[in-house]
């Protein structure tokens, strides 16, 4: 048996931070959030999926976040995602 793909990353995140992360995810990388399963949306979170690009971001009590584990994206255009990022007052690498 091997590895043959990469179904989906789980991201974690504060509890009630949803907002936020739909803002994130949905409103600026542009990835639509997905409905979760009723017997798994019950836990809070949200599912961002197109395609084959799944980002899920499930809610930890005790959230501390991570200082060097993260999602590498592929993205089109790099300098117009660079910019609506500064401009909603995320840092980004060239800061």
């Keep these: 048996m091997r590895i043959v793909s990469l179904d989906h990353v789980q991201l974690a995140m504060p509890p009630g931070r949803e907002a936020d992360a739909r803002s994130f995810y949905e409103?600026?990388?542009?990835?639509?959030e997905r409905k979760k399963p009723t017997h798994l949306a019950k836990r809070g979170g949200c599912w961002?999926?197109?395609?084959?690009?799944k980002v899920h971001v499930g809610v930890e009590e005790d959230f501390r976040p991570a200082r060097k584990a993260h999602?590498?994206?592929?993205?089109?255009d790099l300098s117009t995602l660079t910019a609506a990022l500064i401009r909603a007052g995320y840092r980004t690498w060239s800061d």
Aim: charged share 15%; glycine share 22%.
């Design 27 to 32: 409103g600026i990388l542009g990835i639509p």
């Design 71 to 76: 999602p590498g994206f592929v993205v089109e």
């Design 48 to 53: 961002f999926e197109r395609g084959t690009l």
